[in-house]
T-cell receptor, first 115, second 116 residues
Framework: AQKVTQAQTEISVVEKEDVTLDCVYE???????LFWYKQPPSGELVFLIR??????QNEISGRYSWNFQKSTSSFNFTITASQVVDSAVYFC????????????FGKGTMLLVSP | DAGITQSPRHKVTETGTPVTLRCHQT?????MYWYRQDPGHGLRLIHY???????DKGEVSDGYSVSRSKTEDFLLTLESATSSQTSVYFC???????????????FGPGTRLTVL
C-alpha cells in the first residue's frame, strides 16, 4: 500500500520568509513518481512538479525548489522569499507503477503568507 | 489549461435523492478519475476509467457508481445521497496510463455538493 504523509497541517510565515513543506512517502514499488499540487483559495488544483524515483537531482523553478531524497523517502518543497500569492494548500502525491496503481495524496499543508 | 469542466459547480440536495455529477473534457484523454476532497483527508479516489465503458473502483467507492459512454464524459452518480457524501468532488484526466513517464493528472474546477 502507498502512503503519503504531510506532517505540517498549517504553516504561517511573513512575506519574504523562506518556507519548506515536508513530504514523506511509503511505497513498495521500486519505480514511482512524486508530485506536488497547489490549491489556492479559489479551489482549483494546479500541478506544480513531477519527479521520477530514478532522478534524485534537485529541481529549481524560480522561487520554488524541490529536494528529493530517496534514502529518507522524502520529497520536500521550498518556497524562497514567500509572497502573499503563495498562500494555498499544497498537496504531495505519489504514484507507483505496480498493477493499476493510482495517485495517492497526502492530506495537504495549508500555507498562509502574511504581508 | 486542460479543457475540463464539471457540472454542476454547486448543488444542494436532500438525503435519499439521486445525484449525478458530470465531468466533460475536450482533451481526448483516455483516463478519467473522480476524487472527493474532505477536510483532514486530502483527496481520495472514488472511481476511475481507463477507456469508454471501462471503469474500476478506487479507495472510497461505496455509495457511488460511474459511467463512461463517451471519451469526453465521465459521470458520477450517488444513487441515494447521504450526509456523509457532502464533499467537494474533483474530476481529473490524464493522457496515458499510470506507467507512462509524462502522465500527470489535470484537475477540473470541482463541484461542491451538500447533502442535507
Amino acid at each position: 500500500a502507498q502512503k503519503v504523509t504531510q506532517a505540517q497541517t498549517e504553516i504561517s510565515v511573513v512575506e519574504k520568509e523562506d518556507v519548506t513543506l515536508d513530504c514523506v512517502y511509503e511505497t513498495r514499488d521500486t519505480t514511482y513518481y512524486l508530485f506536488w499540487y497547489k490549491q489556492p483559495p479559489s479551489g482549483e488544483l494546479v500541478f506544480l512538479i513531477r519527479r521520477n524515483s530514478f532522478d534524485e537531482q534537485n529541481e529549481i523553478s524560480g522561487r520554488y525548489s524541490w529536494n528529493f531524497q530517496k534514502s529518507t523517502s522524502s520529497f520536500n518543497f521550498t518556497i524562497t522569499a514567500s509572497q502573499v500569492v503563495d498562500s494555498a494548500v499544497y498537496f504531495c502525491a505519489l504514484r507507483g507503477l505496480s498493477g493499476y496503481s493510482t495517485l495517492t495524496f497526502g492530506k495537504g499543508t495549508m500555507l498562509l503568507v502574511s504581508p | 489549461d486542460a479543457g475540463i469542466t464539471q457540472s454542476p459547480r454547486h448543488k444542494v440536495t436532500e438525503t435519499g435523492t439521486p445525484v449525478t455529477l458530470r465531468c466533460h473534457q475536450t482533451e481526448n484523454h483516455r483516463y478519467m478519475y473522480w476524487y472527493r476532497q474532505d477536510p483532514g483527508h486530502g483527496l481520495r479516489l472514488i472511481h476511475y476509467s481507463y477507456g469508454v465503458k471501462d471503469t474500476d473502483k478506487g479507495e472510497v467507492s461505496d455509495g457511488y457508481s460511474v459511467s463512461r459512454s463517451k471519451t469526453e464524459d465521465f459521470l458520477l452518480t450517488l444513487e441515494s445521497a447521504t450526509s456523509s457524501q457532502t464533499s467537494v468532488y474533483f474530476c481529473a484526466i490524464s493522457e496515458g496510463p499510470w506507467r507512462d513517464e509524462n502522465n500527470e493528472q489535470f484537475f477540473g474546477p470541482g463541484t461542491r455538493l451538500t447533502v442535507l
